[in-house]
């Protein structure tokens, strides 16, 4: 027993800088949910701090900008469940059945490389390609005699920027999980679809596809807790006076009211709606998958 225990301590060290993280940045902040209920005033402290109950959760649902972020939150989070989820899917199937080992290697790391760019790069790239003004699209549209695009200045034009964006530079992250589902698939099924005469086509809807049904099913899940934080820093980025009936969400309007003016109490009670939104969320379809025969998350 001694010696198995040695032997668990270097897992245990791996463990560690896991469990400080969420232990530090997770579970400690989640005390300051009580400046949800509270009037907090920097001057009298975090405990000396009046109880006002519900009040800022009624600020909440009774201020003007409410349903407009609402829409827009969960329109973007809609986008992304619907247009971009199914993208890594599709993409670790055409890796899954490419037979050149280099030619998958090479889409393999084109696909993976927006990943570590910076929104502030990725932004700053759109901008200079599509600045009303001085943008080098525009130009080169302006000197053949072409209307600009107003890419940014327009606000239907937006969300599928958002999307597209998205598409581009998480793509190939996503697409890491399904692989590894996929690699974990014993070949043995495949060769005897083939011997039964299954084709590719075939050997993918009964093989492939059920393989990545649960893994799906559970990112699925997962993303759905995150339906209310958006994207805060590259909306920020592409968010200007033009496009901001369409862009604001509650991670800049959080942004806008509790960093730029200074309502800590109201902003946290913004956040608590947001976790109990997701929470609600993740238990509702975890209930729903599991009733369908999946797995679910637990």
Do not use: C
Request: glycine letters at 8%.
């Amino acid at each position: 027993m001694r010696n198995i225990g040695n032997r668990s301590i270097p897992l245990y060290l791996m463990i560690l800088p896991g469990l400080l993280f969420f232990l530090l940045f997770r579970y400690i902040p989640m005390g300051g949910l009580v400046l949800a209920f509270k009037d907090y005033d920097p001057l009298s402290g975090f405990a000396s701090s009046p109880w006002v109950g519900f009040d800022n959760f009624r600020k909440l649902f009774v201020d003007p900008d409410f349903w407009i972020i609402l829409r827009n939150t969960f329109v973007l989070s809609g986008i992304n469940l619907i247009f971009f989820f199914p993208v890594p899917i599709i993409m670790a199937l055409i890796l899954n059945e490419a037979r050149l080992p280099w030619v998958k290697k090479i889409v393999q790391t084109t696909i993976y490389i927006p990943h570590f760019v910076s929104w502030v790069v990725v932004a700053g790239i759109t901008i200079v390609l599509f600045a009303t003004q001085d943008g080098g699209i525009n130009k080169l549209l302006v000197q053949n005699g072409l209307p600009r695009f107003e890419l940014l200045t327009d606000p239907s034009y937006f969300r599928g920027l958002f999307l597209f964006q998205n598409i581009w530079k998480e793509m190939g992250w996503s697409t890491i999980i399904f692989l590894a589902s996929l690699a974990s698939v014993d070949p043995g099924l495949y060769e005897a679809a083939y011997v039964d005469g299954a084709g590719r086509w075939r050997q993918m809807w009964h093989i492939t596809l059920p393989s990545l049904r649960s893994i799906a099913v559970i990112l699925f899940i997962l993303r759905l807790g995150q339906v209310m934080d958006v994207g805060f820093e590259q909306i920020l980025l592409l968010q200007n006076s033009l496009n901001l009936q369409v862009s604001d969400v509650f991670d800049t309007f959080v942004f806008r009211k509790g960093v730029q003016q200074g309502e800590f109490s109201f902003t946290t009670a913004v956040g608590l709606f947001k976790s109990v939104v997701g929470l609600i969320l993740v238990l509702s379809f975890n209930w729903i998958a599991r009733k369908f025969g999946e797995e679910g998350v637990y």
